[in-house]
């Protein structure tokens, strides 16, 4: 018998230090058409449900932020706006094309300064105890092999009364939407993944990740386990998306 | 009584469409604009109770609008969705605003000031056309635009006086102004004799009680 941890990746079984490897292969084949695909996939949605999330990150001037799995910037475009010349916002990707694509849009768009990017595992953050006031992950959770691990490193990095933020794909419970997401997802997904970016599989792996990430619930209490305090969570176009908040006691 | 809250992305989706819309029409009533921005920071809250809504406006260079914000507002109107479309539908909105059903918290002076910037809100439709077609189809436009304008406004006028006359004087249902204040008169003078009759007995029965 084996010793080997294992963990999902999407719907198949794969040993722990496996998991990391393939994510990586799926966001470095998605990450020239990551947005274009993003807008597509959700009909724009995506930008409603981060638009959501800064409404609860109550950033002021001057904060440290770490933006983790920040991929192509999305939000920390807005924080850099709202911390100002005297706050600092890290952009941080395990993902070096990923991390790439997002510092050339940001560069492209004038925003430097306040801004540092990161390679990074988010079970292994390389910053001190204390460091952040806000931390955001959007769309990042479900592609970690260790979850409890990964927030356990949140709430060390943070401080005192700093507040977590984690914006991912979650589950319905509304049977008709759940039908017609399924159907959504397991169809016109990676088919739309076929004719857009020409890689049909990383799009299955999205929509199979989505299954197995834990319910909002679940999460919830990973969150109280982790540390965390005023643990609660909202729910975003039926349930498909959720936003969970913790702040570190 | 407040209706099913409402999704939260249905919510965003409203209020990115409606700060896009306000923030595209003040570009074009630079006046109104400048009086908006002379608020900035502050956090105006709108509590629509009938659908337990609440909408943040931030002032700033632009206006943003959020349905959830970590810090607390400066200032909150809350009142029934009725009581806001009611308030919107008048021309002085600052007078409207004291009378209405709406509750105010806080900084009366940012709802105010809010109240009054949009009381002046004149958007100059030419320029916001001019930038489109060009500036001569854009002046003819821009005519045909302020002619139908006033006699909407004009029409509109004359259709509540009509209105208020064939009730009045077609139906009879309700007394002319005169005869109402006359009526109203008579009432009064009624009270005030009731009153000081009511005094009178008090005394006498006082007197009549002393040894």
New interface residues.
């Given amino acids: 018998m084996s010793d080997d941890k294992t963990t999902h990746f999407g719907y198949k079984t794969v040993r722990e230090e496996e998991k990391q490897g393939k994510v990586a292969e799926v966001f470095h084949n998605v990450a020239a058409k990551y947005d274009i695909m993003n807008d597509l996939m959700s009909f724009g949605?995506h930008r409603?449900?981060k638009?959501?999330t800064m409404?609860?990150?109550?950033v002021r001037r001057g904060n440290h932020v770490l933006d983790i799995a920040g991929g192509t910037g999305d939000l920390t475009m807005k924080f850099s706006d709202q911390v100002g010349p005297e706050g600092k916002v890290v952009l941080a990707d395990i993902n070096d094309s990923m991390l790439k694509v997002g510092r050339d849009r940001l560069l492209d768009k004038g925003y430097s300064g306040n801004i540092e990017f990161v390679q990074c595992n988010a079970q292994y953050l390389p910053f001190e105890d204390n460091s952040f006031d806000v931390i955001t992950m959007a769309f990042g959770l479900r592609n970690v092999t260790d979850k409890d691990m990964a927030l356990r490193e949140f709430n060390r990095v943070l401080k005192p009364g700093g507040r977590l933020l984690v914006l991912e794909f979650s589950h319905t419970k509304n049977p008709l939407l759940k039908k017609a997401y399924d159907l959504y997802s397991f169809s016109a997904l990676p088919m739309m993944g076929k004719i857009i970016a020409n890689d049909a599989e990383s799009y299955r792996y999205l929509a199979e990740s989505i299954r197995m990430h834990p319910d909002q619930e679940t999460l919830k209490g990973m969150f109280k386990d982790a540390g965390f305090a005023n643990c609660e969570y909202?729910?975003?176009?039926?349930g498909i998306v959720a936003l969970h908040k913790g702040i570190k006691p | 009584m407040a209706l099913k809250k409402l999704?939260?992305?249905l919510v965003?989706?409203g209020l990115?469409s409606f700060e896009l819309a306000i923030n595209k029409a003040l570009k074009y009533d630079p006046a109104v604009q400048k009086k908006l921005r002379a608020l900035a920071p502050k956090v105006l809250a709108i509590n629509i109770t009938t659908l337990d809504l609440t909408v943040f406006v931030q002032f700033g260079e632009q206006l943003e609008l959020?349905?959830?914000?970590?810090?607390p507002a400066d200032a909150t109107l809350s009142g029934e969705l009725s009581a806001f479309l009611n308030l919107a539908s008048h021309e002085d909105k600052h007078a409207a605003l004291m009378k209405s059903d709406i509750q105010i918290q806080g900084s009366s002076q940012l709802a105010m000031g809010l109240a009054d910037a949009s009381s002046h809100l004149k958007i100059d439709w030419e320029a916001m056309i001019s930038g489109l077609t060009g500036p001569v189809i854009a002046h003819v436009v821009g005519n045909k635009l302020r002619a139908f304008s006033g006699w909407f406004k004009n029409t509109g006028q004359k259709f509540k006086d009509d209105s208020v006359e064939y009730v009045r004087d077609e139906l009879q249902l309700t007394p002319h102004k005169l005869e109402g204040e006359s009526r109203f008169s008579a009432i009064h003078t009624l009270k005030l004799d009731a009153e000081r009759l009511e005094a009178r007995i008090a005394r006498l029965k006082a007197r009549l009680k002393q040894p």
């Fill in positions: 949605v409603l449900w638009r959501f409404e609860f990150t109550g909202h729910n975003l176009t039926g | 999704d939260a992305t965003q989706a990115v959020h349905s959830h914000q970590e810090q």
